[in-house]
């Protein structure tokens, strides 16, 4: 077998898309101020939707459940921002969006959020479905974003 074809890496495939390098996004504390300061915010709803993951994990009964629902939901916005963010900046639904470039960091903690909330709630295929789009994005970030 071609060396070049068993590793996709070494791969130089033409017709693939470039890498996608978004433009700067917030950075700093983040609040649920924040948010509605800069609702476009794919790095501010992931933060916000990681930290909810964290506490909704410890809660129990109908408590519980609403902070997983909350939880889901920041997600679920994170991911849709990140989605317009990556479609306005040339995106066609497939393609590399590297860890290394700083600014694409909140669209892919943004997937990582959403399949951390889809696996609190039970949703395993969402999991599944968000795990495969990080790995599609840029390999690394599962290990970092998910496998932590």
């Known amino acids: 077998m071609n060396q070049a074809h068993s ?3 070494t791969v130089n495939d033409m017709l693939a ?3 996608v390098h978004l433009p700067e996004d917030y950075s700093g504390k983040v609040t649920v101020a924040t948010v509605l300061e800069a609702p476009a915010s794919p ?3 992931a933060t916000l939707a990681l ?3 964290a506490a909704a994990a410890a809660i129990e009964g109908a408590e519980g459940a609403e902070a997983k629902a909350v939880a889901y939901a920041f997600a679920r ?3 849709h921002r990140s989605l317009d963010r990556l479609r306005a900046n040339g995106w066609k639904g497939f393609g590399p969006v590297p ?4 600014p ?3 669209v892919l903690m943004a997937i990582a959020a959403l399949a ?3 696996a609190l709630i039970g949703d395993e295929a969402e999991y599944d479905r968000c795990r495969q789009m990080l790995s599609d994005a840029d390999p690394t970030a599962v290990a970092e974003l998910l496998d932590n």
């Open 116 to 118: 951390k909330a889809s």
């Open 99 to 102: 860890a290394s470039h700083e």
């Open 7 to 9: 590793n996709p890496k």
């Open 104 to 106: 694409n960091r909140g």
């Open 77 to 79: 916005t994170a991911y």
């Open 43 to 45: 790095y501010a709803w």
């Open 51 to 53: 930290e909810r993951i």
């Open 17 to 19: 898309p470039p890498p």
